[in-house]
């Protein structure tokens, strides 16, 4: 049977510190050990000198000295030894910890990919086989069509996000800064979502002629991102809002919805690659775990910094700030 990720991590965490304390306990020992010897061999000078010398006081204070100073020399080393020893165990523990729950990450990631690819390849094969097999009224297939143009919307998506977070990581991606209109991107996103998602309430406030020095290719993700997000994370009932302003030397940009919101204790984590809160086994929200990643690299490589704050619904507020000059 094959064992689960969190015995694993408890076997490997108690051999460890089994190995560490055998470590420690044999320097120790063998500290004890050469103190000892060297106590027995000071006895054995001393005993073979002779008071009747005239140099005897001499003699006997330079076994005793050498005596100190193998003392000293013995637990000098072993303080080394056990310093050294504990920094490597600290460095050896922290990254085989961090290896561990890198390698969770990565399975939870795998699982949600393939979630994510099944579910619209599902879909699309099913609304062209219904288009196909069966003769419907325009309305039927415009509706069916627009299911369809939407779960490709959402493999592009997830194939973008996954191509580009390869690309951020290696370092092959190159940025290239130029002005552009934040306002007409950001409306035409607004827009866009409106005409996609006809039955959600996404409303808008954007100011016009906002320019920012960047790459719009990334910002254009960095905004579908968050307002993915706030579509899987906010009752089909509740708003969404996606807001641009500018106030004297940046610009705002913000999204937000009505859903349950953030834990301030996750409000750090949900930027790291690959989180996810919860189970990813019976987890029913879509996603990878890539997509606030993304949008905390975008926002960092343009010198802008995001934060999550409470909305005063309750819900969730991703703040994006763009110094301008």
Request: some cysteine.
């Amino acid at each position: 049977m094959k064992k689960s990720p969190a015995r694993n991590l408890a076997v490997i965490t108690l051999v460890y510190w089994l190995v560490l304390l055998y470590s420690i306990a044999a320097l120790v020992w063998w500290l004890v050990a050469l103190e000892r010897q060297n106590t027995q061999i000071t006895e054995i000078r001393l005993a073979g000198l002779s008071e009747s010398d005239p140099k005897y006081s001499q003699k006997k204070e330079a076994v005793l000295a050498a005596n100190k100073r193998k003392t000293a020399q013995y637990l000098g080393e072993g303080v080394t030894f056990m310093i050294f020893i504990l920094l490597g165990a600290v460095f050896v523990y922290r990254a085989t910890r961090k290896q561990l729950r890198l390698s969770k990450q990565q399975q939870n990631f795998m699982m949600a990919v393939t979630h994510e690819l099944k579910t619209p390849i599902a879909v699309t094969r099913l609304n062209l086989e219904t288009l196909q097999k069966r003769k419907l009224d325009e309305e039927k297939q415009q509706k069916l069509i627009q299911n369809t143009l939407s779960e490709a919307n959402r493999l592009n998506s997830l194939c973008n996000n996954i191509l580009l977070s390869a690309q951020l990581e290696a370092g092959q991606y190159s940025i290239s800064l130029q002005e552009f209109n934040l306002s007409a991107m950001v409306g035409g996103i607004l827009k866009q979502y409106q005409t996609r998602f006809p039955a959600r309430q996404i409303i808008g406030n954007v100011e016009e002629e906002i320019f920012i020095n960047g790459e719009s290719l990334l910002i254009e993700m960095l905004v579908n991102n968050l307002v993915d997000n706030a579509l899987k994370y906010s009752p089909k009932t509740g708003r969404i809002g996606i807001e641009l302003n500018q106030q004297d030397h940046y610009v705002l940009l913000q999204v937000w919805d009505e859903g349950k919101g953030i834990a301030p204790s996750e409000r750090d984590a949900i930027f790291a690659k690959f989180y996810r809160g919860g189970d990813e086994g019976i987890r029913t929200t879509q996603g990878t775990g890539l997509g606030l990643y993304l949008c905390k690299k975008i926002a960092e490589d343009h010198g802008a910094d995001i934060r999550v704050t409470e909305h005063s619904s309750g819900g969730s507020n991703f703040v994006v700030r763009f110094e301008i000059t």
